[in-house]
């Protein structure tokens, strides 16, 4: 049975995918909202050939999202929702100690710039967890321990003055369906005035007392996902030898 839409868009509303990468936000998105995306933004050429490749409906710029003008892209429509997925190398702790760049740490700043000039209906970001943590840097161009969040606080005032009402949530997404474990930061921003809600869990560890109930599913795994009959390299076969740290995450 076809859920209805988790936002309804109005027919001259237009949708957006400002940190586009290979698709699969832009296919999720799809699922939940009923039509394609209209707008694809990245700076990546090889990233925008494989969304065109993805999503032939929609319209592709590439782009910096900082030089990239809302104006000009939405040629005056309205805007329903933008996603946004900014790069979060820099703020996960997967990432090991290379340094950082305060470019891409930056790059969450573009929602503002879109919020100032289009106003979106709806703001939708995704990020990891530690994104909650984004603060100064200090005099070692390291994040400082003793401001930690602060931006990320000054980040949402920023939006919540141009009349949006914030939460986020961290989810997983095995508890919705989805082959991983990892958690990830869920923001969204409305400022139509509509209540934000937020799905219900359909799936819980294997050998829960939900599952066992069958008030639940297991979560799946990634090896359902795979064609194992394709070759390729293992990933233990490499000329530079995984991080132990790396190791002890595939385990």
Same mark, same amino acid.
């Given at each position: 049975m076809n859920r209805p839409p988790v936002l309804r868009l109005h027919d001259d509303e237009l949708i957006i995918d400002s940190f586009a990468g290979g698709g699969g936000a832009s296919t999720g998105i799809e699922q939940a909202i009923g039509r394609p995306v209209d707008i694809a933004i990245n700076h990546d050429p090889e990233a925008v050939s494989l969304h065109e490749a993805n999503h032939p409906q929609t319209r592709h710029f590439v782009s910096d999202v900082f030089e990239v003008d809302p104006h000009a892209v939405?040629?005056?429509?309205?805007?329903? &929702? &933008?996603w946004a997925s900014p790069d979060c190398k820099h703020f996960s702790k997967a990432k090991g100690g290379k340094p950082v760049s305060k470019?891409?740490?930056? &790059?969450?700043?573009?929602?503002?710039?879109?919020?100032?000039a289009v106003r979106p209906r709806v703001i939708c970001l995704e990020n990891v967890e530690e994104f909650q943590t984004w603060g100064p840097l200090g005099a070692d161009d390291r994040p400082c321990p003793q401001r930690k969040g602060r931006t990320f606080r000054r980040w949402k005032r920023s939006l919540e003055q141009l009349g949006y009402v914030i939460e986020h949530r961290e989810l997983r997404a095995?508890?919705?369906?989805?082959?991983?474990?990892?958690k990830r930061l869920f923001l969204v921003a409305r400022r139509d005035g509509a209540a934000i809600t937020w799905p219900a869990a359909t799936h819980a560890q294997p050998g829960s007392l939900p599952v066992r109930q069958r008030r639940m599913k297991p979560w799946p795994v990634a090896a359902d996902c795979i064609d194992w009959s394709i070759h390729c390299p293992s990933i233990f076969e490499r000329t530079r030898p995984l991080a132990e740290a790396t190791c002890r995450r595939i385990a």
């Amino acid at each position: 049975m076809n859920r209805p839409p988790v936002l309804r868009l109005h027919d001259d509303e237009l949708i957006i995918d400002s940190f586009a990468g290979g698709g699969g936000a832009s296919t999720g998105i799809e699922q939940a909202i009923g039509r394609p995306v209209d707008i694809a933004i990245n700076h990546d050429p090889e990233a925008v050939s494989l969304h065109e490749a993805n999503h032939p409906q929609t319209r592709h710029f590439v782009s910096d999202v900082f030089e990239v003008d809302p104006h000009a892209v939405t040629e005056g429509r309205p805007v329903g &929702l &933008l996603w946004a997925s900014p790069d979060c190398k820099h703020f996960s702790k997967a990432k090991g100690g290379k340094p950082v760049s305060k470019k891409i740490r930056s &790059l969450a700043w573009a929602v503002v710039k879109w919020a100032r000039a289009v106003r979106p209906r709806v703001i939708c970001l995704e990020n990891v967890e530690e994104f909650q943590t984004w603060g100064p840097l200090g005099a070692d161009d390291r994040p400082c321990p003793q401001r930690k969040g602060r931006t990320f606080r000054r980040w949402k005032r920023s939006l919540e003055q141009l009349g949006y009402v914030i939460e986020h949530r961290e989810l997983r997404a095995c508890d919705y369906g989805a082959p991983t474990i990892r958690k990830r930061l869920f923001l969204v921003a409305r400022r139509d005035g509509a209540a934000i809600t937020w799905p219900a869990a359909t799936h819980a560890q294997p050998g829960s007392l939900p599952v066992r109930q069958r008030r639940m599913k297991p979560w799946p795994v990634a090896a359902d996902c795979i064609d194992w009959s394709i070759h390729c390299p293992s990933i233990f076969e490499r000329t530079r030898p995984l991080a132990e740290a790396t190791c002890r995450r595939i385990a």
